[in-house]
Every structure is written in structure tokens, then in C-alpha cells.
């Protein structure tokens, strides 16, 4: 069973930066897509950056330039480099991971299997 742990969210003001990290157990398996996710009060759960397991990424278009994200294969741990935030930003950050290989990572958070609790981003203007 994979197991999904986010941390490193907080507060920041805007034009600060965060490093979010999710550490992952529980599967052996090569071939993966994992992606960081992002859900606001009253808005749907939306895609902010993917990674295959080969290193490709993909990011949202709001995002672009600001941030990035990053795979440690030795300490199964994903990460995702924040800067320039904005009060846009402001959301619950999630984890995700989906099993199997893929021709790209999608944005699309429906098909992904296994998410973590989430960790809380807020940006002050």
C-alpha cells in the first residue's frame, strides 16, 4: 500500500518562498507519475506540477516559472520549490501518486490512486 506524507507548508508573505516535501513508501514499482496538487476553499481540486519517474515534468500554466518540482529517488521523497508566491497560491497542498507507465504525467488529478493528508500554503498580501 502506498503512503503519501506531505510537510513544510506554512505562511508566508507574498514574494516568499516554501519548500514542500512528500515522502513515499510502500511501492517498489518503476514505472509512477507523482504530482503536487492543490485544492482552495470553495474551488475543485486543481493540478499544479507533475513529475514522471524518469524526471519529466509538467507544470500549470499560473505556475510556471515559480515553481519546481523535483524528484529524490534515494529518499523516495518528492518535492515541490515555491517561490515568488502569491495570495493566489493560498490552498491546501496534496501529494499524489499513480502506478503504471505513462506517455505523460497528467494535471488532471482524477487519476491518481493515492494522496496524502495535505499541507496548509497561505500567502499574505
Known amino acids: 500500500q502506498v503512503q503519501l506524507v506531505e510537510s513544510g507548508g506554512g505562511s508566508v508573505q507574498a514574494g516568499g518562498s516554501l519548500r514542500l516535501s512528500c515522502a513515499a513508501s510502500?511501492?517498489?514499482?518503476?514505472?509512477?507519475?507523482m504530482g503536487w496538487f492543490r485544492q482552495a476553499p470553495g474551488k475543485e481540486r486543481e493540478g499544479v506540477a507533475t513529475?514522471?519517474?524518469?524526471?519529466?515534468?509538467r507544470y500549470a500554466e499560473s505556475v510556471k516559472g515559480r515553481f519546481t518540482i523535483s524528484l529524490d529517488n534515494a529518499k523516495n521523497t518528492l518535492y515541490l520549490q515555491m517561490n515568488g508566491l502569491k495570495p493566489e497560491d493560498t490552498a491546501m497542498y496534496y501529494c499524489?501518486?499513480?502506478?503504471?507507465?505513462?506517455?505523460?504525467?497528467?494535471?488532471?488529478?482524477?487519476?491518481?490512486?493515492?494522496w496524502g493528508q495535505g499541507t496548509q500554503v497561505t500567502v499574505s498580501s
Open positions: 499524489a501518486k499513480r502506478l503504471g507507465r505513462f506517455g505523460f504525467c497528467s494535471l488532471d488529478p482524477s487519476g491518481y490512486n493515492y
Open positions: 510502500g511501492s517498489t514499482y518503476s514505472g509512477y507519475c
Open positions: 513529475i514522471r519517474n524518469d524526471g519529466r515534468t
